[in-house]
């Protein structure tokens, strides 16, 4: 691991080109292929839990009965923020510190509820969480995607000559394109032309099976970027939305 690189350490930086090279060697890479390798699974359980709760308690509030119904549910939204500010800022670096509810600066059940339904911390959590399966799709489907094609590509010299399988590109067909340019001059046209030829491509030797696997490496390097740089991006949300300022509680906007 990159000296100094540990997986909590207040607000995260703006990655470097350095950071980008080493992305491997990072310990918050690794950080953040678990953060969003769980956001699916969490994703799908918050929103299920979140919208059946809401959607019952809100349906039988005019029986009085559903309104401990929504309060238990935003109840549980808080508690899932708390572990989330724990997920997001182990495990992506972000500067979510504990949250201070205004619910228990007040006294009496009136007071109580007042203060929990305007807190904008508890409207935060709740956009987190309903967020948070969008977050999770997203997520697995590029965690799919960067691991599949550059562990298959990587993996070439192991399988390029294995009967029945083959390495490279196919096309059902050959393709040929033309690439003209004509430039008048004078009483003359004179043109340039280039013919295309798109053809299958099968690895057949070591050394080309090896080439591949390098560009395994490249794809696997570039996306482990990309994925360091939607995990920035979470982290960024989730201080956004789980960590409000005092101003943003009081609506009050800094100055800037």
């Known amino acids: 691991m990159v000296p100094g690189d540990v997986l909590s350490t ?17 310990a918050r890479t690794y950080g953040t292929l678990v953060y969003l390798a769980l956001a699916f699974p969490l994703g799908l359980v918050y929103f299920v839990g979140t919208t059946v709760g809401l959607s019952v308690g809100l349906g ?16 549980g939204v808080a508690v899932v923020a708390a572990g989330e500010r724990l997920l997001a ?11 201070e509810w205004q619910v228990t600066q007040v006294t009496g059940p009136w007071d109580r509820t007042v203060a929990f339904l305007t807190d904008v911390a508890v409207w935060g959590a709740l956009v987190f969480v309903l967020s948070k399966l969008l977050v999770g799709v997203a997520a697995f489907t590029l965690l799919t995607v960067v691991f599949t094609v550059s ?19 196919s096309l059902p067909e050959p393709t040929t394109r033309e690439l003209s340019v004509v430039v008048p001059w004078e009483q003359f046209e004179v043109g340039l032309s280039f013919v295309v ?3 299958s491509w ?20 570039a996306g482990l970027n990309v994925l360091n740089a939607v995990g920035w991006l979470c982290a960024r949300w989730a201080e956004l939305t789980l960590a409000p300022t005092a101003d943003d509680r009081d609506g009050v906007r800094p100055d800037t």
């Not at 099968?202 to 390097?221: K, N, R």
């Open 10 to 26: 207040g607000r995260l930086a703006r990655p470097t080109a350095r950071d980008a090279l080493l992305a491997p060697l990072r």
């Open 60 to 75: 039988l509030s005019v029986l009085v009965v559903g309104l401990p119904v929504v309060a238990a549910t935003l109840g």
């Open 89 to 99: 800022h182990h495990l992506l670096g972000a500067d979510v510190t504990d949250q």
């Open 151 to 169: 562990l298959s590509l990587l993996a070439a010299p192991l399988y390029y000559d294995a009967p029945g399988v083959s390495a490279g590109v």
């Open 197 to 199: 030829r798109l053809t």
């Open 202 to 221: 099968t690895v057949t030797t070591l050394p080309e099976a090896v080439a591949v696997s390098v560009l395994g490496a490249a794809v696997l390097l």
